[in-house]
């Protein structure tokens, strides 16, 4: 095991109704007015902004209002909110939606108390010293953004997705989960969340790092949970226990108690981010395509997690079959698994039917160098093998 | 599952060497001044309280120590530490070894801002408002008190040994967890840790709240680690990767991780508590005594998570076994996991040969009421049943 720091401040208020404590959650959080971040029109339809809104009143707190993140969301809005709070002080931002709205909100957090434009953090170009504290009211389970200290932003004019990283800055200080809110996400969205939570915690699973028993089995057990319940919210979307569990488990794979003391990967995450920004492609769904791929290419050179895999999450049998064969068992397993949730695990399947192999590859060793990953070295030759395994 | 509110913001400075940070951590987490509390000779003897106080100078932060802290910590060395810090300002308490000393300076903590006897938390007639924050360099892995907001102090006075609860004040600011700092631990303590780590996590896996799939597979998870990684360390106790597993179970054990959404139950814990402050025994070594009675006798009445252990943590086969039958197994393969660890599943193994089991249900329910426990409400014939099943 590694040396790691791990802080997970976050306050977690988790169940029914919560959603009515926002007003006094952010007074506790140092809130003075409030900015809210939305997306679409669900949080608007459902009533949701609305009670968010109410609860926020009778807190005594002035607040703003910014609607209108997507899916994949953009730095122009990024931009837009950051100018909302010029010369304002004691603000909190609120994120009221699922990972596309609480990354904006993190992206407006940390460039709201800098001098240059917000993307110099993204681009690599300056590191966030500060930021404004952001609340959650989430909806959608799936990026773990809730919990994590990661914000993901599309650069419009680049084209480039970029994910950032500043745990210390970047994590919120509370997340209202209250599994109702999830009850209307249509199934391919409740889908492609699923798959969103398991690949970070196989992200971070294969890794070369040894004895690393605790956090394995702690990574393996949410997976185990996963698997178990996803099915339970497609065959019953508005039942509140598999709801829940989905919830719980989309913040523990990603707020990284999964990863504690290992070396991580994340290639996957990359490739399926060229994928996303170059076809505009659901992030979860694209990972569904990219990592059975991801994986078949690599366990060839580096078996041993796979292995581990297959036997103590998908419960393939050791006794009579070659390491080969396990390894091929567990990845049809999974695939099977996500075929079974509605999710496409093929570019084609995906409505990807003429992929750009070679503006793929491009684009990813421009935006990340070369090699990327770790559990295996990807050069250039890999990623296009694997980009081709997933056509 | 039930709604709940998690918040673990300790940060964990975990691995090789951690323990030069302890300088800057205190610096960091605004100390001006440090009270260091420590047990008995191993932190000395050993050199680390003095690379703690060489970290500490490198800081320019001034100390004192506080040294003697008992197993089963006891009220007058609390209340000489907080007599120590009368007209201090800055203060961070930095706890040098396991949850004894630790709970001694949640105490502390708590006591010096207060101005009653410190007391009066544990006896339930105040309630803390605020702490001085509290710093931990671990040596045990055990009690889980580096991540909880739990302290537990026996009054020499009543004999009463008492569990305080309080996660906004009492969770640690930091804690450092290195664990080369547990090699030179001798086998006995270290299997009573593992068994204290364990029962942690039973206390809130024994649960009637339903829909928890996502937190029990987290519990299975970690104790299937420590079932694996426990026997290593007694076998190589300077192996630094079981040692390093062993000690972050200890920590997820009771966070309260394992207990997201479930009502508790800690009956078990109340019961070796009596045990404790009657005999004077090992705390650890009470629970391997007491649980596996305690199991034996709620099974027959709620059977339902003594078969999801037996099965999803023991591997208990279930095919043609009839319910009571694979319980028994599961009791079996637990009593026998501690016996491989050398440790006691009896009152006379445990060295009490003729306990006064009158005095042990009079003493439990004169201090928790009746019934205790949650899972199965238990009264004093059912206490009763337990204690002399443990004899």
């Known amino acids: 095991m590694n040396n790691f720091t791990f802080c997970s401040p976050t306050e977690f208020v988790f169940g029914r109704d919560t959603e009515q404590q926002v007003g006094q959650l952010c007074l506790k959080h140092g809130a003075s007015r409030v900015l809210i971040i939305y997306g679409g029109g669900s949080a608007v339809r459902s009533g949701l902004l609305d009670r968010v809104q109410q609860s926020l009143t009778e807190a005594g707190l002035p607040f703003d209002t910014l609607g209108g993140v997507k899916p994949n969301p953009e730095d122009d809005l990024v931009r837009e909110g950051i100018a909302c709070l010029v010369g304002q002080e004691g603000i909190l931002i609120l994120a009221v939606g699922g990972g596309s709205v609480i990354d904006t909100a993190k992206a407006i957090a940390a460039g709201a108390l800098y001098d240059g434009d917000f993307w110099d953090f993204y681009a690599g170009k300056a590191k966030i010293e500060r930021a404004l504290p952001v609340g959650v009211v989430l909806t959608i389970p799936a990026a773990g953004s809730e919990g994590s200290g990661n914000s993901v932003i599309t650069n419009t004019a680049t084209g480039q997705k970029i994910s950032l990283r500043s ?17 209307t996400l249509p199934p391919y969205q409740t889908a492609s969340g699923i798959c969103d939570m398991m690949v970070h915690i196989f992200e971070r699973y294969f890794t070369n790092t040894p004895d690393t028993s605790i956090t394995d089995h702690v990574a393996e057990g949410v997976l185990r949970s996963i698997i178990e319940q ?26 990284g108690l999964c990863g504690t003391g290992h070396e991580e990967d994340w290639a996957s995450h990359f490739m399926e981010h060229e994928l996303s920004a170059l076809y505009g492609v659901t992030h979860g769904a694209g990972l569904a395509v990219i990592f059975p791929a991801w994986l078949a290419v690599v366990s060839v050179r580096n078996p041993r997690k796979a292995i581990q895999l297959a036997t103590n999450v998908f419960d393939v049998p050791t006794f009579g079959l070659r390491p080969e064969q ?66």
Chains 1, 2 share one sequence.
């Open 326 to 391: 396990i390894i091929a068992e567990g990845i049809h397993r999974l695939r099977a698994f996500w075929h079974s949730l509605g999710l496409p695990t093929t570019m084609h399947e995906l409505g990807v039917t003429d992929p750009d192999i070679d503006a793929l590859v491009n684009n990813l060793h421009v935006t990340k160098g070369e090699p990327i990953g770790s559990y295996v070295r990807l050069d250039r030759t890999l990623t296009r093998e694997i980009y081709e395994l997933a056509r």
């Open 167 to 183: 745990p210390e800055h970047l994590r919120p200080v509370f997340a209202i989960m209250n599994p109702e809110l999830t009850y």
């Open 230 to 255: 996803a099915p339970l919210v497609l065959q019953a979307p508005t039942d509140y226990g598999p709801r829940a569990n989905i919830m719980w488990a989309g913040m523990l794979a990603h707020n």
